[in-house]
């Protein structure tokens, strides 16, 4: 019996099936169900009922989703700002060192193997009003006059946990980076030296453009990174003083763990995810315009 | 044809049996249910509350039957074992008694909840009982949503003969038991001797004014010749153990904080109570760091020989006394080798303060804190019979007797205390007792967790200047009682 053919696109659908089932099983049914429970009261005391969008509508005037929400954004944009900041010229220095290049490329690497709890432990040890190490330097060289209470104040405690969570990520993005600078070609910038560029010219327009992709899509997985993972915060400093590191994530573990209601719970992760989206989407139209 | 019909034939008859052998499986297991249990006699061979009050406990009929076929439980432990040398006494008494194993989890109370909820929500059976560290505040919510197993022990002799302070926030609204109390702890006034006379405190402090008092004077002299890391007072402001000090400020002046069925702060009381603890930050008395303080952090500061005083659990008069874990209490401020009252070291424990002096001595009143213990409804009905019976046990006097004399933990049944051989083994029974006498316990509503972080996030900014005092009460009941409505 003659066997047939299936054209490649075919072969390929059939080959990214089992892929699909799995995504559709681990990711959309979940998805589905936590956008079917955000409709509902679900405190497990009452019985369970349908309320629409009061949920929604309760979080988007309660002060403290707001005040969450502040939180989050600037934790979001402390975070991937740092990362970038310390990743790109980590980056560029790895992509110029010839000799130990793999022994310093594998140093780099280190922090990506700190889980992110752990390393809010670690900061918060250093951290540490009485004990920290960062106190006793800054206290020797004359920086501080007496010991600061990092963790004790809401824009400290902010950077705190910007900076534990931060710490982390600098490989990844490191990587990323490196990557998209080791594929410019080295005579632009032999070009760029002829015309006299310095720098910050040969940054601006052949690095960053030529970049971008690898550059982006760091800083893309970064961002979202940010919004779901509450590690560090939760080790560092649980959302304190005061609620001043409090983020959505935190406000989601309330709901669920401690407050025990479920359907604000999943409006939080509803609204997180949208948030998550927007920002993929602006990410996507830079990485894709030309 | 004829043999697809078989097919279908056999596949449809393969179905109908199996469909009936889990009918059938269900039906013996609810009959299980319903047997495992029942076959205990829980007034027999004597009534429980002679079982349970007697200087040894005794099993109740029918235990053996009941838990057939079961080798161990397993069951959640609040915080590390090390921790808890009553209770492991106590799981050694029960594993000689009925052969029964003891197994536990040490969890974190940072997470003790959550990992509760998870084992309650995904019905899990393997766990067959848990602690609530929270109890004045969760088991009411518990409780409502039918995840705890009743306990027929809790007759109405029994709950006679526990305190009525605590034995309603056990109870449903059917009357039945669901929990007991796992540890309980009374609060006590601690104080550093050598440090209140080196800084110029005449008279012990008695009430919260005095302490003020005393605390600024030992704060400042602490300052000037300790160190920059020693505090007049401390205290824990982060998560519910906030509400340990707030609620004594409260109850010292003779008012509480539940009105129709919800928390109110903002009484005259309430802002007094307020106003004190966002001083004692403010004023630099306490430090700011009582912000990120539990309740294991501050008495460990203390411990520590870092505070001159603290409202501490009385379960640290254990860890005071002894020398490998506060080696700073064995000595004076000074650093010179230091006896104390009772020869135990520099420290010594009174009744907690009254508001001020014209307050009566009955109002020298704290919070009773404590653990509640429940069994999960989920689990397998014989290893539900094993755990209701390492969970009556453990309100026994005798595993009481255990919990005052090993670990410090005040005693669920107040008979222990009047046991002469108790009496004489442990420390500062007079100031326990009194605390123990005059304690405060109210029930808190459901919500009460989404209340507390209100008022601990409230208080945080209240205490380190960013706003007002009262105007930050304000703002939290404001929003309790938009919890409420």
Known sequence: MKMQSISDSKFGMLLSLPGLILLVLWVGIPLIILIGVSFLKFDVLQPIQFLGFDNYIYLFKDRVFRDSLFNTLTFFAGSTLLTFILAYPTAWSLSRIRKGSTTLRTFVMFPWAVPLIVSGFIWGWMFNAAYGVLNHVFVSIGLFESNVNFIGQSNTAMLAVIIADAWTRVPFMTILTLAGLEAISGTLYESADIDGADIFQKTRYITLPLAKGPILTGLLITSVFSFRTIDAIFSLTKGGPARGTYVLGMLNLDYIYNYIEFGRAAAVSVYLALICLLIAAVYIYFLLKE | ?485
């Not at chain 2, 766990?127 to 039918?146: C, F, T």
């Not at chain 2, 405190?201 to 008092?213: D, H, I, L, N, Q």
């Not at chain 2, 609620?247 to 129709?260: E, F, K, L, M, T």
């Not at chain 2, 501490?312 to 860890?319: D, E, H, R």
Request: aromatic fraction near 12%; charged fraction near 25%.
């Open chain 2, 1 to 485: 044809m004829t043999k697809r019909l078989s097919i279908v034939f056999l596949a449809l008859v393969v179905m109908l049996a199996f469909t009936m052998g889990l009918a059938a499986e269900g039906q013996k297991e609810a009959q299980d249910e319903q047997n495992a249990i029942d076959l205990i006699n829980w007034d027999a061979p004597k009534p429980a509350v002679e079982r349970l009050t007697g200087d040894k406990y005794v099993l109740p009929e029918g235990w053996d039957a009941a838990t057939e076929g079961v080798d161990e439980i397993f069951y959640f432990n609040s915080g590390g074992m090390g921790g808890d040398p009553a209770t492991a006494r106590n799981i050694e008494l029960f594993e000689e008694m009925t052969g029964i194993t003891v197994k536990w989890a040490e969890v974190s109370s940072e997470i003790l909840f959550q990992k509760t909820l998870n084992v309650l929500v995904s019905k899990d059976k393997s766990v067959h009982g848990m602690s609530l560290d929270s109890g004045p505040y969760q088991l009411e919510q518990i409780i409502g949503a039918g995840w705890a197993e009743p306990m027929p022990f809790w007759t109405d002799e029994v709950k006679a003969a526990y305190p009525d302070s605590i034995v309603p926030t056990l109870t449903g609204d059917d009357g039945k038991g669901y929990a007991t109390v796992d540890t309980m702890r009374a609060y006590v006034f601690y104080y550093r001797p050598s440090w209140l006379e080196a800084a110029g405190v005449e008279k012990v402090p008695e009430t919260w004014m005095e302490v003020r008092e005393a605390a600024k004077k030992c704060n400042d002299w602490a300052k000037e010749n300790l160190g920059q890391d020693y505090y007049g007072i401390v205290f824990p402001a982060k998560s519910y153990n906030l509400l340990h000090m707030l609620q004594p400020g409260i109850y010292s002046q003779g008012a509480r904080v539940i009105q129709d069925g919800a928390p109110n702060y903002n009484t005259p009381e309430g802002r007094n109570s307020w106003e004190y603890w966002t001083g004692l930050v403010r004023d630099g008395i306490a430090p700011e760091a009582v912000l990120g303080w539990t309740w294991n952090d501050y008495q460990n500061v203390f411990s520590r020989g870092k505070s001159a005083m603290m409202l501490g659990f009385t379960t640290w008069v254990n860890v005071c006394a002894d020398p490998e874990k506060a080696p700073a209490m064995q000595e004076d401020v000074f650093g010179e080798p230091a006896e104390g009252p009772i020869g135990k070291g520099d420290w010594a424990v009174i009744q907690p303060p009254k508001w001020d002096a014209s307050e009566p001595d009955s109002n020298r009143s704290a919070f009773i804190d404590f653990d509640a213990f429940m069994v999960n409804p989920f689990a397998d009905p014989a290893q539900k019979a094993a755990m209701l019976l390492f969970s009556e046990f453990r309100m026994s006097k005798q595993a009481m007797a255990n919990e005052l004399i090993l670990e410090g933990n005040e005693a669920f049944y107040p008979g222990t205390y009047k046991d002469p051989k108790v009496q004489e083994q442990i420390m500062w029974a007079e100031p326990r007792s009194k605390s123990v006498a005059t304690t405060v316990m109210e029930s808190f509503p459901p919500g009460a967790m989404k209340a507390n972080d209100v008022l601990i996030e409230y208080f945080g900014r209240a205490a380190i200047g960013e706003i007002d005092p009262l105007e930050a009460l304000e703002k939290a009941q404001s929003e309790i009682d938009g919890i409420y409505q």
